[in-house]
């Protein structure tokens, strides 16, 4: 069961073991994050932390405590979503999109229990006040100073929201999106939205820029956990995420209309910061701002957020994430997404047998991908197809091996690509947009990508000298191995890869 709040999952953690409590005042200002980075760096990902008594810009001492690295771990990663192993939604995944049109009663009966499963997931919309609602501040009552947002490198330009769900809402089709955007703190009322262009948020703007029409936007912070993770989950467009949230749930978000529009939020949210975005203003210059990348993204103009409101319950917790150089807590978000979406790039791609997108390539980087090679030329045909599939698109590197090949263990992966490619042969590139934050590429979203054929080389793709065999122990060697080894002595730490 995943929790319903986020109080009630820190308080899993805390029973698990999981939670560091940090009684000392700790400045939201750099010193959150350096003290988060080295908990990130650490094996494992290190411990989720609750910094109880934030120091504002001021030097004041907040009452609304900070939650960090909360998702930083392979377990709590699990734990957010109710599962011990990821794959675990995946399969739930490839057993719905199996469904077919039934051609008997006894296939009629079998289907009834996943057709109702799927009936279960829309939200509901709670009535009365809710708990993200018990504390509600409008006007000049608004100061998002107050608020304990983190400043996390040297050179940001300012406060960051860095754990949103940011809700807009289509304004041709009504369909709801729920994405995971920076958000700066510009003044007490004023924010600056980073959407990039390909973000589904940006083409919600664009429309509602277009109409002249002034935009809703609300920001959750909190609330259930798939929540938090489904708004980073890259869903096509007119997939909602809190439908998402409660397939992962297994039962609805509750949901309650927003205070100052008529956008709907998680009732079950610590804060919500309403606002609007007039599309006749100017844009504002957002950043830089330490990313992902392990490198500042340079200052740019964003459209600006105007609050019309903050609410909250009257125990909130501020979410916060840090982003910086690999790895870091978003790995284990991507790690998830990774796992839980394999089964949709199946649907396209059956070939696929696993892939992996290792921290250091920090998602779109670096793509390595195992297949069932069936015929000549396969590897360029999986390659064309990824690149023309949503996010995917924006990969920049993908190394593509045979099925046999571990590619969740990068080591492996390499040894075996650096082996078997013969770099003029197996290594094509093509254009084609890239990430907005790739600060190498030749323009602003476009440029280059690389395929790397790794996979064994058939006769009729060139090769005509004999493929070696990999070097492997036989089995009852290792058999004896085992067999002697706690008389040896000897005591080994396995490796590990985040």
């Known amino acids: ?53 934030p120091l504002l810009a001021d030097g004041t001492t907040s009452e609304i405590p900070v939650g960090i690295n909360l998702f930083g771990s392979m377990r709590r990663m699990g734990m957010a979503l109710g599962v011990d192993d990821l794959d675990v939604i995946g399969n739930r995944i490839e057993q719905l999109i199996k469904l077919k049109v039934p051609e008997g009663w006894r296939e009629k009966l079998a289907m009834l229990p996943k057709v109702a499963e799927i009936a279960k997931y829309p939200p509901r919309t709670v009535s009365g006040k809710p708990h993200c609602q018990q504390v509600v501040l409008r006007e000049g009552e608004i100061d998002l100073g107050r608020l304990p947002i983190t400043t996390c490198w040297p050179d940001d330009g300012g406060p960051y929201i860095t754990l949103p769900q940011v809700v807009t809402r289509d304004p041709k089709t009504g369909v709801r999106n729920v994405g995971m955007y920076r958000v700066q703190v510009l003044e007490r009322d004023l924010l600056a939205m980073h959407w990039q262009r390909h973000k589904v948020g940006a ?76 599309p006749a203003e ?13 490198f500042y993204s340079l200052a740019d103009d964003y459209p600006a957020v105007h609050v019309t409101a903050v609410t909250m319950r009257r125990d909130p917790v501020y979410p916060a994430t840090i982003v910086g150089r690999p790895p870091m807590e978003d790995f284990y978000l991507g790690h998830a997404t990774e796992r839980i979406f394999l089964p949709l790039l199946r649907l396209t791609v059956p070939e696929i047998v696993d892939y992996h997108m290792p921290a250091a390539g920090i998602f779109h980087n670096l793509v390595f991908v195992s297949i069932d090679k069936q015929y000549p030329g396969q590897a360029w045909k999986v390659m064309n197809a990824l690149w023309g599939m949503g996010l995917m698109s924006l990969a920049k590197v993908l190394v593509v091996l045979d099925r046999d090949v571990n590619v969740r263990d990068p080591e492996e992966a390499w040894w075996v690509a650096l082996n078997h490619i013969d770099p003029e042969r197996d290594i094509r590139f093509t254009m084609g947009p890239v990430d907005v934050l790739d600060h190498a590429s030749r323009a602003f979203t476009y440029g280059s990508k690389m395929g790397i054929d790794a996979t064994t080389k058939w006769k009729e793709e060139g090769f005509d000298r004999d493929w070696p065999a990999r070097i492997e122990m036989d089995a009852q060697t290792k058999a004896n191995v085992d067999a002697m080894w706690d008389e040896l002595g000897i005591r080994l730490t396995p490796r590990r890869h985040p």
Request: charged share 25%.
């Open 1 to 53: 069961m995943t929790a319903d709040s986020l109080r009630e999952f820190l308080t899993a953690l805390e029973h698990e073991g999981e939670l560091v409590r940090v009684t000392r005042p700790v400045s939201v200002r750099l010193e959150m994050t350096e003290v988060a980075d080295r908990c990130m760096k650490s094996a494992g990902g290190g411990p989720a932390l609750l910094f109880e008594r």
């Open 282 to 294: 100017p844009l504002v210059v957002e950043g830089p701002f330490g990313d992902h990348t392990g």
């Open 203 to 278: 083409a919600h703007w664009r429309e509602m820029a277009a109409r002249g029409e002034t935009m809703p936007v609300a920001i959750a912070l909190g609330g259930d956990p798939p929540s938090i993770y489904a708004a980073s989950a890259p869903l096509p467009p007119n997939i909602d995420e809190y439908i998402f949230a409660g397939f992962l749930r297994r039962k609805p978000v509750a949901l309650a209309k927003a205070v100052t529009s008529d956008l709907l939020v998680p009732a079950e949210a610590d804060i919500v910061i309403e606002g609007f975005i007039d």
